[in-house]
């Protein structure tokens, strides 16, 4: 069964083991504690009033693909015509989408190691085969034609910020790949969720450099709303009709009340405070935990931090475990992301606020110096 080529996606588990004591201190939890933009909540309740609960197109809302399209020009300058947009349930199903329209069963699907767990999940249900591409401090955590050489791949999906290591792609390195995959006839998909949430720099879509790449982006972090489950895709022209017809047997559409909620997501002073309630977590975290766990990853996105435990550690799940029923503190493995280097890594999320991880630095801090 394909089932059984998938593995668990073990943050989740971890959230439910964490629950069992009442003081946990949570590092493990990949979604914003922030409320959405306060539009969201009007729009989410005028949509309930109006009782907005049909289908809509399977594509999704007119009125919020033209509003992803203004977002586009908004923060990056590019037009994107809104007839390439698709809703989707959540980013997650658009991985998917994506993979039905890029591989066919035996395909070959580049993915870093580490990175976000389920991809390879969803290659098990399209029975893609995925090729792993080792990333580490040699290569800053990204991959560059360099890595890819020799290997005749048909998909190459990237994330950027990464999830687990908060790398960002620059317009340069992000560039010669969108060069490379059009050269080589490789399909090119972007993962974006973390835009938005970049520290000091710019983030850059692969639509700037390619209108033939599909880019991947939501509502979950940035726009603090993962519970709604709602995300979009961009498709390419030629794609368009073919991404409709599985949306219409995938999922019929996202869910309504979602899309209305979303049209009010794009407040983009609220979103700067977003940003800036994390950047100072990060800075905080960062600075805390780099002298304990040093910091592998230069984290200028997303919400984590990915640290090198091996001087405590050669299993992260052990570790991991031992943390949470030692002094109940919750923190994701590295082996979650892959295999390369993940036995002796642990992902940190500063997805809670100061208080709370000044907290768990303080116990980790005393538990590391009496640990035997
Ligand atoms: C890199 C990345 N992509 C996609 C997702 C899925 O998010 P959602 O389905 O809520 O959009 C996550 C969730 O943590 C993620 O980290």
Redesign the pocket.
């Given at each position: 069964m394909r089932y059984e080529r998938m593995t668990p996606f073990r943050v989740m588990d971890l959230v439910r083991q964490a629950q069992a004591y009442g003081d946990t201190i949570h590092f493990e939890v990949?979604?914003p504690d922030l409320p959405p933009p306060p539009g969201v909540k009007r729009a989410l309740g005028e949509a309930v009033e109006r009782e907005r609960f049909t289908y809509t197109e399977s594509m999704g809302l007119r009125e919020l693909r033209e509003r992803i399209a203004a977002h586009y020009r908004h923060d990056y300058g590019v037009e994107v015509d809104p007839a390439r947009i698709l809703i989707t349930p959540?980013?997650?199903?658009a991985?998917l989408v994506a993979y039905l329209l890029t591989l066919e069963a035996g395909g070959r699907l580049g993915l870093a190691d580490p990175s976000?767990p389920?991809y390879p999940n969803f290659a098990a249900m399209v029975d893609a085969e995925p090729r792993f591409f080792p990333v580490d401090r040699s290569n800053d955590y990204l991959l560059g034609p360099e890595d890819l050489e020799g290997t005749a791949l048909d998909v190459l999906h990237i994330?950027s910020p990464?999830?687990p290591t908060g790398t960002l792609y620059d317009a340069e390195a992000l560039k010669r790949l969108a060069d490379y995959c059009r050269e080589e006839g490789i399909a090119l998909i972007s993962?974006e969720?973390?835009h938005g949430l970049v520290y000091g720099k710019r983030a850059h879509t692969a639509l700037e450099f390619s209108d033939e790449a599909i880019v991947?982006n939501?509502?979950?972090?940035y726009f603090c709303m993962?519970g709604l489950?709602i995300?979009w895709m961009v498709v390419p022209e030629n794609l368009i009709r073919p991404a409709e017809i599985i949306a219409q047997n995938l999922f019929i559409s996202a869910p309504t009340l979602s899309q209305y909620a979303a049209l009010e997501a794009f407040d983009y002073d609220y979103l700067a405070e977003v940003r800036e309630t994390f950047r100072r977590r990060r800075d905080y975290l960062y600075e805390a935990l780099n002298p304990l766990l040093p910091v592998d990853a230069k984290p200028d996105g997303?919400f984590y931090l990915w640290c090198d435990v091996s001087a405590y550690t050669e299993d992260s799940t052990a570790f991991s475990r031992e943390l949470l029923e030692a002094i109940h503190i919750a923190v994701t493995p590295g082996i979650d992301f892959g295999r390369h280097g993940t036995a002796t890594k642990l992902r940190f999320a500063y997805t809670r606020k100061i208080d709370h991880m000044a907290e768990g630095v303080a116990r980790l801090e005393k538990y590391l110096k009496e640990r035997p």
């Amino acid at each position: 069964m394909r089932y059984e080529r998938m593995t668990p996606f073990r943050v989740m588990d971890l959230v439910r083991q964490a629950q069992a004591y009442g003081d946990t201190i949570h590092f493990e939890v990949g979604q914003p504690d922030l409320p959405p933009p306060p539009g969201v909540k009007r729009a989410l309740g005028e949509a309930v009033e109006r009782e907005r609960f049909t289908y809509t197109e399977s594509m999704g809302l007119r009125e919020l693909r033209e509003r992803i399209a203004a977002h586009y020009r908004h923060d990056y300058g590019v037009e994107v015509d809104p007839a390439r947009i698709l809703i989707t349930p959540g980013t997650s199903n658009a991985f998917l989408v994506a993979y039905l329209l890029t591989l066919e069963a035996g395909g070959r699907l580049g993915l870093a190691d580490p990175s976000y767990p389920c991809y390879p999940n969803f290659a098990a249900m399209v029975d893609a085969e995925p090729r792993f591409f080792p990333v580490d401090r040699s290569n800053d955590y990204l991959l560059g034609p360099e890595d890819l050489e020799g290997t005749a791949l048909d998909v190459l999906h990237i994330s950027s910020p990464s999830n687990p290591t908060g790398t960002l792609y620059d317009a340069e390195a992000l560039k010669r790949l969108a060069d490379y995959c059009r050269e080589e006839g490789i399909a090119l998909i972007s993962d974006e969720l973390y835009h938005g949430l970049v520290y000091g720099k710019r983030a850059h879509t692969a639509l700037e450099f390619s209108d033939e790449a599909i880019v991947i982006n939501g509502f979950s972090k940035y726009f603090c709303m993962p519970g709604l489950r709602i995300g979009w895709m961009v498709v390419p022209e030629n794609l368009i009709r073919p991404a409709e017809i599985i949306a219409q047997n995938l999922f019929i559409s996202a869910p309504t009340l979602s899309q209305y909620a979303a049209l009010e997501a794009f407040d983009y002073d609220y979103l700067a405070e977003v940003r800036e309630t994390f950047r100072r977590r990060r800075d905080y975290l960062y600075e805390a935990l780099n002298p304990l766990l040093p910091v592998d990853a230069k984290p200028d996105g997303a919400f984590y931090l990915w640290c090198d435990v091996s001087a405590y550690t050669e299993d992260s799940t052990a570790f991991s475990r031992e943390l949470l029923e030692a002094i109940h503190i919750a923190v994701t493995p590295g082996i979650d992301f892959g295999r390369h280097g993940t036995a002796t890594k642990l992902r940190f999320a500063y997805t809670r606020k100061i208080d709370h991880m000044a907290e768990g630095v303080a116990r980790l801090e005393k538990y590391l110096k009496e640990r035997p």
